[in-house]
């Protein structure tokens, strides 16, 4: 189980190296954006590998916790700034 355990953990490294490049080189502010929230959501994923490699799921309301915040604020940004395009 260490070995899947590590390999996911490579692959979660791997896909935040590739996003915050995203989030550096984005062309606008909502590539950023999008980019900022799969960044969040890479580290609540291993944030549940922690969960699932320890059995320790006292974790798991700080997780939804967190999840429902990047939501609420991805939303929030994205509708912000469809309005700050229009009034350019």
């Known amino acids: 189980m260490n070995v899947v355990f590590s390999l996911v953990l490579i692959m979660l490294t ?5 996003t915050l490049m995203r989030i550096f080189r984005g062309p606008s502010t909502l590539d950023r954006v999008a980019a900022l929230d799969v960044f969040v959501v ?10 699932a490699f320890y059995q320790d799921g006292s974790n798991i309301p700080l997780l939804v916790a967190v999840s429902l915040i990047v939501l609420v604020g991805t939303a929030t940004a994205a ?10």
């Open 79 to 88: 509708r912000l700034l469809e309005r700050w395009e229009r009034h350019r």
């Open 42 to 51: 890479l580290i609540v994923a291993s944030a549940a590998v922690y969960v």
């Open 14 to 18: 791997v896909a935040a190296g590739l």
